[in-house]
T-cell receptor, first 110, second 115 residues
Framework: GDSVTQMEGPVTLSEEAFLTINCTYT??????LFWYVQYPGEGLQLLLK?????DKGSNKGFEATYRKETTSFHLEKGSVQVSDSAVYFC?????????FGAGTRLTVKP | EAGVAQSPRYKIIEKRQSVAFWCNPI?????LYWYQQILGQGPKLLIQ????????DSQLPKDRFSAERLKGVDSTLKIQPAKLEDSAVYLC?????????????FGPGTRLTVT
C-alpha cells in the first residue's frame, strides 16, 4: 500500500542554519503530498502542500517540491528560528486515505 | 473560524476500564477522522466518517473500539475495555471533502494513559 518514509530524528540545529528533512513516498496513484507540524502540546497543523508533480508548496519560509521522478517531497528552510522547534510529519493522501511518516523532531538552539 | 474541539485533553485510566472521547469538527465539514498517535510514531487512521456514515474503519480494533457520529456533526470514540497498548494521543480531524484534495484540520488531541 501507499507509504511515506521520512528521515529519522532528532535533528538539532543552531539558529539561522539551513534545514532539510527528507521525505520519500510510495504510491500507486497520484497522491497529494503534505507537511504537517506539531508544536508541543498542540495538534497537527498543515504547513504546506502540493497536489501534483513539480508543484512547490511554501509557507513561513518553508518549501517542498513534489518530485515524481524521485518520489520525494523534502522539506527545506534557509534559516531556522528557535520557534521552528517542533515535530514535522510528511504525509500523502490518495483517494480517501492519508498516510503519515513517523515524524522528525527538530530542535533549534539559540 | 473555530477549530476542531476535543475533550478531555488528558485521561488516565486503569486497564480494563472504559473511556470515551468527544470531538466537534469545524462547522460545515462533512468528513471526520479519528487517528491514534503512539509516542514516536505518526498518526494512524482508526475510522473515517462522511456525514454520519462510516467510510473506512478497516484499522479500528472493533472488539474494543467503537465510534459514532449520529447527527453528522459531533463524534465520540469509545474504548472498552482498555489495554496498556492503547496509551496514545487520540486525534480528531475534519475536512470539507474527501480524497486527495481534502485538507484535514486537526484538534489538539486527547492524551490517554492506561496503567
Amino acid at each position: 500500500g501507499d507509504s511515506v518514509t521520512q528521515m529519522e530524528g532528532p535533528v538539532t540545529l543552531s539558529e539561522e542554519a539551513f534545514l532539510t528533512i527528507n521525505c520519500t513516498y510510495t504510491a500507486t496513484g497520484y497522491p497529494s503530498l503534505f507537511w504537517y507540524v506539531q508544536y508541543p502540546g498542540e495538534g497537527l497543523q498543515l504547513l504546506l502542500k502540493a497536489t501534483k508533480a513539480d508543484d512547490k508548496g511554501s509557507n513561513k519560509g518553508f518549501e517542498a517540491t513534489y518530485r515524481k521522478e524521485t518520489t520525494s517531497f523534502h522539506l527545506e528552510k534557509g534559516s531556522v528560528q528557535v520557534s521552528d522547534s517542533a515535530v514535522y510529519f510528511c504525509a500523502l493522501s490518495d483517494l480517501d486515505d492519508m498516510r503519515f511518516g513517523a515524524g522528525t523532531r527538530l530542535t533549534v538552539k539559540p | 473560524e473555530a477549530g476542531v474541539a476535543q475533550s478531555p485533553r488528558y485521561k488516565i485510566i486503569e486497564k480494563r476500564q472504559s473511556v470515551a472521547f468527544w470531538c466537534n469538527p469545524i462547522s460545515g465539514h462533512a468528513t471526520l477522522y479519528w487517528y491514534q498517535q503512539i509516542l514516536g510514531q505518526g498518526p494512524k487512521l482508526l475510522i473515517q466518517f462522511q456525514n454520519n456514515g462510516v467510510v473506512d474503519d478497516s484499522q479500528l480494533p472493533k472488539d474494543r473500539f467503537s465510534a459514532e457520529r449520529l447527527k453528522g456533526v459531533d463524534s465520540t470514540l469509545k474504548i472498552q475495555p482498555a489495554k496498556l497498548e492503547d496509551s496514545a494521543v487520540y486525534l480528531c480531524a475534519s475536512s470539507l471533502g474527501r480524497g486527495r484534495l481534502g485538507e484535514q484540520y486537526f484538534g489538539p488531541g486527547t492524551r490517554l494513559t492506561v496503567t
